[in-house]
């Protein structure tokens, strides 16, 4: 069955870096697309970044670009997301997701069937 494990996250400073690891079995990598969000109490769920497993295309969230980067390691079937200059409002879990599609655009995270657990990430000030 699919499988998303998230990993990397963690306490860091104001101004710090994490890069977090979305590691996955049970499906066909090359035809789906793998994204990141994020859920911060009294918050919507917020997509961050999304990649294309079918062409390789990366999409980022306005709110992160220039900060966050989402990037793929085929041969470890395993997403990425750099994130760097990390600020106190970038405290939430954050989530890796996929589905068997081809989007062109940031998908909402109501597309996505399959989740992973999630991993905590707090930017102290």
């Known amino acids: 069955q699919v499988q998303l494990v998230e990993s990397g996250g963690g306490l860091v400073q104001s101004g710090g870096s994490l890069r977090l690891s979305c590691t996955t079995s049970?499906?066909?990598?090359?035809?789906?697309?793998i994204a990141w969000f994020r859920h911060a109490p009294g918050k919507e769920r917020e997509a961050l970044a999304c990649?294309?497993?079918?062409?390789?295309?990366?999409y980022h969230s306005w709110s992160v670009r220039g900060r966050f980067t989402i990037s793929r390691d085929n041969a470890k079937r395993t997403v990425y997301l750099q994130m760097n200059s990390l600020k106190p409002e970038d405290t939430a879990i954050y989530y890796c997701?996929?589905?068997?599609?081809?989007?062109?655009?940031?998908?909402?995270?109501?597309?996505?069937?399959?989740w992973g657990q999630g991993t905590q990430v707090t930017v102290s000030p």
């Open positions: 997701a996929a589905d068997h599609f081809s989007p062109n655009y940031l998908p909402s995270w109501k597309i996505f069937d399959y």
């Open positions: 990649i294309n497993n079918n062409d390789g295309t990366t």
């Open positions: 049970g499906f066909n990598w090359d035809v789906y697309a």
